[in-house]
């Protein structure tokens, strides 16, 4: 490899920032990120009430020279009296190889969407150094790249010269195209016209039949009904099966987990985790758990609050709860588990909020455990909703899916080779195990 073309391989990365080329990149690795970060500056409008006329003046001035200076130094004008250092992302490092589906995941926030903006040189980093090897198709949003006013015929054309693809190209996938995307009957319609759904197989089914070493998709399976979210599932693994890269952002935890082999997790904007994918989940998970407790520490907004939850799964689960109460009360325990489809799995209860099962709750930490027989579950990983609630009367706290567990027994596969509900979807019952238990000077 030549001078040239060795700095055309490290093309995401301005000259002035580059202190050095990089040694070759192997035959097996198609991207390699050292060192990556994306800053933004933000704009904040200050809450201070201005005292005088003299002082309204003073911060006018200083906003509008700020904001001349920025626009003659070609920089972006910021608006707001003060402005802040965001960082996207942080010395986030990290390689990949050919043929790898990589499965990036994270909170809403923890920079995802960025480093794919990067790795498709929509956005330049602010530092580091980012190497990809091999032609590289994109599906960030619904329908990038499409003009609104033509039709969908049209919008084949431009989209697929926007990412690189030649007219004999398109014409040679045209009908491909159009049959994976389902919209042949509105083919000569405006795509402004077309739903939200019919938009993103569209946009989908061009990118797909790109044929690049490697494919980005970020949030695709968000919009489209069950039966596309299939086809889209099955168009990606036929591209991993051929050798080439897959990168997938996704809030469905079935999905990843189906069409991944490795996890990135990533947490305000710094990779934390990279490794099999089964545990990118469970890291992922954790942090979840981390995160909520941390916002509930020390906090009773009612009579009572679940302060901790855990699971312990053996032959059968245990889920432990610590229930901070304020006073004496009398509640029920209400739970429904999800596999990470997002598919309710069944509402479990304590029973039918008679009298005799409310628990019995004293000022201070009050411990519970329940218990759920594991069997009546197929393999996977599964979240837990837990309420406190005066049945028939109000909710007294709620922990929303923030904990989880990986159950890996009791196998039953369907013809696909997907695991299914042992006994279907149906209710699942936790019975309680082990009775409240109070330290009054918990509080």
Not at 209 to 230: R, Y
Not at 388 to 394: K, N, T, Y
Not at 427 to 437: E, G, I, P, S, T
Request: some cysteine; glycine content about 10%.
């Amino acid at each position: 490899m030549d001078q040239r073309q060795r700095l055309r391989s490290s093309h995401l990365i301005p000259r002035a920032k580059r202190k050095s080329e990089s040694p070759f990149m192997s035959e097996d690795i198609v991207i390699r990120v050292q060192g990556l970060g994306k800053k933004y500056i933000i704009g904040h409008q200050s809450q201070e009430k201005v005292p005088t006329l003299r002082d309204a003046i003073i911060r006018s001035v200083s906003r509008f020279g700020r904001g001349a200076a920025d626009m003659l130094k070609g920089k972006a004008i910021i608006g707001g009296d003060e402005v802040e250092d965001f960082w996207a992302l942080r010395d986030v490092n990290f390689e990949i190889k050919r043929g790898e589906v990589v499965g990036i995941i994270g909170r809403n926030g923890a920079g995802k969407s960025t480093l794919l903006k990067v790795l498709s040189r929509i956005t330049e980093p602010t530092e580091g150094r980012v190497e990809i090897k091999g032609r590289v198709a994109s599906l960030l949003e619904v329908g990038t790249g499409f003009h609104p006013e033509l039709s969908g015929r049209e919008n084949i054309f431009l989209n697929g010269a926007i990412l690189g693809m030649t007219r004999s190209e398109i014409t040679r996938k045209f009908d491909e195209i159009v049959d994976f995307a389902g919209v042949e009957r509105f083919l000569d319609t405006p795509v402004k016209r077309y739903s939200s759904g019919m938009y993103v197989r569209l946009a989908f089914a061009v990118a797909a039949h790109l044929e690049p070493e490697i494919l980005v998709i970020d949030e695709v399976l968000a919009v489209g009904d069950a039966e596309f979210q299939k086809k889209c599932l099955g168009k990606m693994q036929d591209v991993a099966g051929q050798g080439r890269t897959v990168l997938f952002v996704s809030h469905n935890m079935g999905a990843v987990q189906a069409l991944c082999q490795t996890g990135i997790v990533l947490k305000s904007g710094t990779a934390v985790h990279r490794g099999a994918i089964s545990d990118a989940i469970q890291s992922y998970s954790s942090l979840q758990t981390e995160q909520s407790h941390a916002t509930r520490k020390g906090a009773v907004k009612g009579p009572v609050a679940i302060m901790e939850a855990s699971t312990l799964v053996q032959d059968e689960l245990e889920i432990n709860l610590s229930i901070l109460a304020k006073e004496p009360i009398r509640c029920a325990v209400e739970m429904k588990l999800f596999d990470y489809s997002g598919a309710p799995v069944g509402l479990a209860s304590v029973g039918c909020w008679s009298d005799a099962e409310k628990l019995e709750l004293q000022p201070g930490m009050n411990q519970v455990v329940y218990g759920l027989d594991c069997r009546q579950l197929a393999r996977g990983v599964y979240r837990l909703s837990i309420a406190l609630s005066d049945p028939g009367v109000e909710y007294l706290d709620h922990f929303s899916e923030e904990i989880s567990f990986d159950f890996g027994g009791y196998i039953r596969l369907n013809e696909s080779g997907s695991l299914t509900q042992s006994q279907g979807h149906g209710a699942v019952r936790f019975d309680l195990l082990q009775k409240c238990m109070a330290q009054k000077d918990s509080i």
